[in-house]
C-alpha cells in the first residue's frame, strides 16, 4: 500500500472510553483494502460481525501469496528462483519477529496456532525437570487448555486450573498467585479470550508466576489478541508466544509461535543434522509468508498516518493504538446505542459477559438474552444481513461458559474495518430480535 498524503493524525495515549474513530476517508481506504467487505460470496450484502472466528482478509494478501503459490522452485536450490523464494521466507520470518515485538528468539511456522500449542507445550513437558506441576488457566481455548492437561497427565504432573473471575470475564496476576508453585515447570497465558473478549496483562502475570517458579517456562497464546492491536514480546517475560494469521487478515494456512532463546534449545524434535534451535520438519509455504509479509506492510501503511517515525515497528505500534481506539468506539456505540436506537446494553433480558465499560474488552461482546436461546439470536440477525456466532457449552468453549452459568451466548465480534453504520445497522436488527421487557 502506498502511504497517505493526509496530515498525522493523533491517538490519545489514554483512549477515552468512548473510543476515537478512525477519519471517513482513512476508513473508507481501510476497507477497500479487504476482501468481501460489504457482501458474502454466497448469501449477498451482510455485515461482517464474527472477526473472532477469523477475520477478513486483505486483498493483497490474497494476490501476493498466489503470485508466490506458482513459484515450482523450491529453497536451497542452485537458481536465482530459488533464492527468491528464500528471501520470500527470511523476510516473513523478520515480519513477523517485528509485528510480534521480538528482537531475539526464534519463528517456528506450523500448520495452525493450536498445532503450534500443543507442539510447544509437548516439547517442554518432555524437556524440562521430572515432576511438580503445569498451570493453565480455566479462561483458555483447549489449545492451551487441554494440551497442559494432557500433557500433565502424561508425563505425571499435577495439573492445576487457575480459575478466572466471572464477573470480569478476566484471570489476573493474583489468580495465578494462589496457583503457581515453586515446582511449576510450565505454565500458559491467553493474552485475549474469544469469548468473553478481554484481553489479560500477560506481562504482570508472567512476573507473577517466575517470582514463585523462576524456571518456569511460559507459553501464551497470542492468537485473539493479535488483530486487535500491537504486540510487545520482548516486554513479556515469556518463553513462547503462538498466533494464526487467519484471524489477523490472512488467508487459512499457517500458525506461527516466537520462541525465546531458552526455550529454543530444548530437545524437541528436528533432524538431527540440523542446528540445536530449529524447530521446522520440511520445507516452509513461501506463499503464507510472503501474505504474512503484506498484512505487516498494510499495518505499517495504516500507521503512517498517526506517526511521523521511520521505523516499521513504531509504525506498526501506531496502527496498533489507532485499531485499538477505533474499535473501542464502535463497541461504545453498540452498548450504549446511537442514531435513535437503544443499545445493547438497554435491553433489561440482556446479560454481557464482563462490564460493558471494561477497558480490557477487545473488539468482542458477548451476551446471553433472558428466555432467547443464542443460536435463535444469531439465525435472526442472520436474516437480516448480520453475522454473528453462537459460543456453546461444547469442546471449544465448555470450560469457560460453565463457571459463567450460561450454555450459550450471542458474540458479535468487530475489528478496525468495521464502520458506525454497521454497528448502526446491527442495533436496527437487535430492535427486531430482542425482547423489550
Known amino acids: 500500500m502506498t502511504t497517505t498524503s493526509a496530515p498525522i493524525m493523533s491517538i490519545p495515549k489514554n483512549i477515552p472510553a468512548e473510543g476515537v474513530l478512525l477519519p471517513d476517508a482513512l476508513l473508507n481506504q481501510v476497507r477497500n483494502a479487504f476482501m468481501h467487505v460489504e457482501a458474502c460470496p454466497f448469501t449477498g450484502k451482510r455485515v461482517f460481525f464474527e472477526n473472532a472466528g477469523g477475520s477478513l482478509t486483505l486483498k493483497s494478501v490474497v494476490e501476493r501469496s498466489a503470485e508466490v503459490a506458482g513459484i515450482p522452485d523450491n529453497e536451497h536450490r542452485d537458481n536465482l528462483a530459488s533464492q527468491a523464494v528464500s528471501k520470500i521466507v527470511a523476510d516473513g520470518r523478520s515480519d513477523l519477529a517485528s509485528f510480534m515485538g521480538a528482537s531475539s528468539g526464534v519463528i517456528l511456522g506450523g500448520e495452525t496456532g493450536t498445532e503450534c500449542l500443543f507442539r510447544v507445550i509437548r516439547a517442554a513437558a518432555l ?15 483447549p489449545a492451551t487448555y487441554d494440551a497442559t492437561a494432557h500433557w500433565a497427565r502424561r508425563t505425571g504432573r499435577d495439573w492445576i486450573e487457575v480459575p478466572f473471575d466471572p464477573e470480569t470475564g478476566r484471570v489476573t496476576a493474583s489468580h495465578y498467585a494462589d496457583c503457581v508453585r515453586p515446582d511449576t515447570r510450565i505454565a500458559t497465558i491467553l493474552h485475549t479470550s474469544p469469548v468473553t473478549g478481554m484481553s489479560m496483562d500477560v506481562a504482570d502475570i508472567a512476573r507473577t508466576i517466575r517470582a514463585v517458579a523462576p524456571e518456569c517456562m511460559i507459553v501464551v497464546d497470542g492468537i485473539q489478541h493479535a488483530p486487535h492491536g500491537f504486540l510487545n514480546v520482548d516486554d513479556y517475560d515469556v518463553d513462547a508466544y503462538v498466533i494464526s494469521p487467519y484471524k489477523a487478515y490472512c488467508r487459512f494456512n499457517n500458525g ?72 473501542r468506539a464502535l463497541v461504545h456505540r453498540l452498548l450504549e446505542g446511537g442514531a435513535g436506537l437503544p443499545g445493547l446494553g438497554d435491553y433489561p433480558g440482556v446479560h454481557l459477559i464482563g462490564p460493558g465499560d471494561s477497558p480490557y474488552r477487545e473488539g468482542v461482546v458477548s451476551f446471553a438474552v433472558d428466555d432467547l436461546d443464542a443460536k435463535h439470536v444469531v439465525a435472526e440477525l442472520g436474516a437480516r444481513g448480520i453475522r454473528v456466532h453462537a459460543r456453546s457449552d461444547d469442546v471449544f468453549s465448555g470450560n469457560i461458559l460453565r463457571p459463567l452459568g450460561l450454555k450459550a451466548v450471542t458474540r458479535i465480534s468487530l475489528a478496525h474495518y468495521n464502520s458506525v453504520e454497521e454497528v448502526d445497522a446491527c442495533l436496527a436488527a437487535l430492535a427486531q430480535v430482542l425482547p423489550r421487557g
Open 256 to 327: 506461527y509461535a516466537w520462541l525465546s532463546d531458552r526455550l529454543s534449545v530444548i530437545d524437541h524434535e528436528r533432524l538431527s543434522g540440523k542446528p540445536a534451535d530449529a524447530w521446522e520438519l520440511g520445507s516452509r509455504d513461501p506463499s503464507a509468508l510472503a501474505g504474512v509479509s503484506e498484512m505487516v506492510d498494510y499495518l505499517v501503511w495504516l500507521g503512517s498516518s498517526f506517526t511521523e517515525a521511520p521505523t516499521r515497528r513504531d509504525r506498526l505500534v501506531a496502527a496498533g493504538q489507532a485499531m485499538r481506539a477505533h474499535e
Open 127 to 141: 524437556a524440562v525437570e521430572t515432576g511438580g506441576s503445569i498451570v493453565a488457566s480455566s479462561l483458555e481455548h
